[in-house]
């Protein structure tokens, strides 16, 4: 037997093996028992043997832990730590010992800015090219003392005693650069300084670490003074100012030396959303948020011993002055070119999770080319409409009031979402703030077709059961008091226009003459929660809004372009439309993703449908019939759409839609020198600013130019004024509990249904004879089938 032999034998756990024998040889037949045979293991040794075997094989699992003990030991854990952390170490004093500050001139490329270009829908022709950068550095003596605290408690309190940089918030900008979350601010002033300064805007893990090691080196190289200098006169605060003398100018007409602590304040807390908290074009949010903020700065202040607590108190905010006139900016471009700004801001912090200050500084003079989706031609006749049907009427010296009304509206392609036209002010630069989407004023009755929705979305019906649909009988009394399910009184009692009662009403026809007592009512019996849904589901920002039986008279602010985005996502049959002004966003050194504007379905087609043939009546036998059904330049266009007036004539509106196009236009009451909400009455010659008139009339020139006269809505619906008859008692000064006292008017459909005839038998029966198109209160000559019941179980009999 050879050695290797002999080696697999012993690890089998046997002696030297024995040679073969014949089989007759003595030891086969039968040897002595109490002979050692040589190969053949002891008892003791098999056992052992036996034994290792079964580890190997049954014993799987606790060999598998011992296994994990002997890998994960206490000193090899320890001894991992370590050298991960030597690892690191060694790693960042190599990368200290490889990055340098960047020379001046690397610096002074680094902040260079470039023109934005903006483009029309074509892809050709240039709307604006905006981007004159207005710089200039001053020196940080020229700068208060105190003025230049209120950047330091602002953003950076510890700035006099760090080392130039936040462990903390730089490991977190880090883990989220690597996690696709981008950055999450907590950076010092110095990193901020050497971003703004030294670095691209990039979001890159390699440039992360590069703004800490230089962070850090010109902490040890510049003094604290020169590092702040360098900071506040590179920063970017709005307006197209970078730096302190810029942003001084910009906002207060001032130089930075005459600057005052109130107003360096001010400054200090722009620096966190420049856009969103410039004075002149803050929403009521925004304004909020940076009074805060400012408050905030003082306080800081304060606490760090840079400012007595005595002369604290007695600080009052100051109000910046408006912006000067840009080049580029002029009418209605410099809405459009905010607009975009905002909209692609609000991308790049979504795709990229940093914060808005860095956003913005990343899109105002950066090199971009964006494309809008605004149509020159659609542009140009939205301008024309409003001047021809309401600023040429105004006359400020012959009626101050008329200095006090301001116009806004947007026009959306519903079935892509994209704002073709828009109309922010009479001028840029005389009206800083885009009326187009401010959102600090009522929507009024344009709200109603929202409870209808929610209430045919949710299968609502009323207190008696009987579902609503727009042949569903309420109580138009006006003042009537709204009931819950119980009967009770919820305390809201709205008043009619002109207090006017219409006693026994249909939906449709409460809908057509905008009746406040019917939708307070509804709103109730769908359930102010499902309303309020609605409403965020088709656009509205009801984050911060009540549910309340009040909202059902549309208090919540609004401007035309949600209300636009609203009124198109029911045009689109339910699917919901976000409008969007840019086509697309090009840069030299990054991309953009433009989010689709068309969603999921946030409201059923028979639904969306259902209140777009609804809402068909409201042009054909309602408060725009003069203004768009009669207008000779209508050419048999098929229109749906909403007039609304607020309480005290502040607001007046008219949103409708085409099957093609979809409108908003807003009025809006805004004193000329204090910019406070005003009252409209007696402008342009009205007693009352009604959304039938002037925002009908812009409407109605606008559209009738600019959309296609064949186009028909294709309506999945069996109810409405586009598919059948509208059926409504006569108006009555007093409500009854009796049946009417004269028929029923009939309507005129405006649109063939689509669908199967309904499944349902509507409240009241259609008439056997034609309906005549006359809205006038005469009784057709057979009366309808069944009799119109009224609700007996609440007050106002609603059905």
């Known amino acids: 037997m050879g050695r290797a032999e002999d080696r697999r034998a012993r690890q089998r756990g046997g002696r030297r093996a024995a040679p073969r024998r014949p089989s007759g040889s003595p030891s086969a037949a039968g040897a002595d028992p109490s002979a050692t045979v040589i190969g053949t293991p002891s008892a003791g040794t098999g056992g052992r043997a036996a034994a290792r075997r079964a580890a190997r094989s049954g ?121 696709g979350k981008g950055a ?90 420049p856009s969103q908290y410039d004075w002149q074009a803050a929403s009521e949010t925004g304004k909020k948020l940076v009074t805060a903020r400012w408050n905030y700065v003082l306080d800081n202040m304060v606490e760090e011993g840079w400012l007595d607590k005595s002369e604290r108190q007695g600080m009052t905010f100051k109000e910046p002055k408006e912006p000067k006139p840009a080049a580029g900016r002029e ?18 912090m979504k795709q990229e999770g940093i914060p808005r200050s860095q956003a913005e500084a990343e899109v105002v003079d950066q090199g971009w080319t964006i494309t809008l989706n605004i149509d020159k031609k659609k542009q140009t006749q939205l301008e024309k409409a409003v001047k021809a049907q309401l600023t040429s009427k105004l006359d400020k010296k012959k009626r101050p009031v008329d200095a006090d009304v301001q116009a806004g509206a947007v026009s959306v392609d519903p079935k892509t979402g994209k704002i073709v036209a828009l109309y922010g002010g009479v001028d840029y630069f005389k009206h800083y703030t885009s009326n187009a989407t401010r959102t600090d004023y009522q929507p009024a009755s344009t709200f109603k077709p929202v409870i209808l929705a929610a209430a045919l979305e949710e299968g609502a019906r009323t207190q008696s059961g009987k579902p609503i649909t727009a042949n569903t009988i309420y109580d138009g009394t006006s003042k009537r008091p709204v009931v819950d399910s119980d009967g009770d009184k919820v305390g809201f009692a709205p008043e009619n226009e002109d207090d006017q009662n219409y006693g026994p009403i249909t939906v449709q026809k409460a809908m057509n003459q905008s009746v406040n007592s019917v939708f307070a009512q509804m709103g109730v019996d769908v359930g102010m929660e499902n309303v309020m849904d609605m409403a965020g589901k088709l656009g509205m920002d009801t984050a911060k809004e009540q549910a309340v039986p009040a909202q059902t008279l549309g208090t919540m602010g609004a401007s035309p372009l949600q209300m636009a985005g609203v009124y198109a996502t029911l045009d689109n049959h339910g699917e919901k439309v976000t409008p969007s002004i840019i086509k697309k966003a090009e840069h030299n050194s990054r991309t953009v993703d433009i989010p689709n504007p068309i969603g999921e379905q946030v409201i059923s087609r028979e639904a969306a449908d259902s209140v777009t043939s609804v809402l068909t009546g409201v042009v054909d036998d309602g408060t725009a019939q003069r203004a768009v059904a009669n207008n000779p330049k209508r050419d048999g266009q098929k229109v749906a759409g909403k007039t609304g007036t607020s309480d005290d004539n502040k607001s007046a509106w008219f949103t409708g839609y085409t099957p093609d196009l979809v409108t908003s236009v807003g009025l809006f009451g805004e004193d000329d ?19 039938g008139g002037f925002p009908a009339d812009i409407w109605a020139a606008y559209m009738f130019g600019v959309t296609d006269p064949d186009a028909r809505f294709d309506l999945n619906t069996d109810q409405g004024a586009a598919v059948q008859p509208t059926w409504t008692p006569t108006p009555s000064q007093e409500p009854t509990t009796q049946e009417p006292t004269e028929e029923p008017t009939t309507q005129e459909p405006t649109e063939k249904p689509t669908t199967e005839p309904p499944t349902e038998e509507p409240t009241t029966e259609p008439p056997t004879e034609e309906p005549t198109t006359e809205p006038a209160p005469t009784a057709p000559t057979d009366e309808p089938t069944d009799p119109i019941t009224l609700d007996p179980g609440r007050p106002g009999n609603d059905q």
Not at 109 to 136: I, P
Not at 331 to 348: H, S, V
Not at 673 to 690: C, F, I, L, P, S
């Open 59 to 179: 014993g799987k699992g606790a060999d598998g832990k011992g296994r994990i003990r002997r890998l994960f030991t206490w000193k090899k854990i320890l001894g991992t730590f370590l050298g991960t952390c030597l690892l690191a170490i060694a790693a960042f004093i190599g990368l200290y010992l490889y990055v340098d500050v960047p020379s001046d001139n690397a610096a002074a490329q680094a902040a260079q800015r470039q023109s934005n270009v903006y483009k029309f829908s074509d892809g050709t022709t240039t709307l604006a090219r905006a981007g004159t950068v207005n710089r200039e550095i001053v020196d940080l003596s020229k700068v208060p003392k105190k003025v230049r605290y209120t950047f330091v408690a602002a953003e950076n309190k510890s700035f006099y005693n760090d080392n130039g940089i936040d462990l903390k918030g730089t490991a977190r900008g880090v883990l989220n650069t690597l996690m």
């Open 331 to 348: 009418g209605q471009k410099g809405y459009l070119i905010e607009l975009a700004n905002e909209q692609l801001i609000t991308q790049l």
């Open 184 to 273: 999450q601010g907590g950076s010092t002033i110095t990193q901020q300084y050497v971003k703004n300064y030294y670095l691209s805007q990039e979001q890159t893990v390699s440039r992360k670490l590069k703004e800490m090691v230089i962070s850090l080196k010109v902490d040890r190289q510049m003094s604290k003074d020169d590092i702040l200098a360098g900071y506040i006169n590179t920063s970017y605060y709005g307006r197209g100012a970078y730096g302190i003398q810029a942003a001084a100018q910009a906002y207060y007409r001032v130089d930075a030396d005459k600057l005052t602590v109130e107003q360096g304040a001010y400054l200090a807390a722009l620096l966190q959303a």
């Open 673 to 691: 020198k204090t910019h406070a909400q005003a009252k409209m009455y007696g402008a342009g010659g009205k007693d009352r600013v009604n959304g």
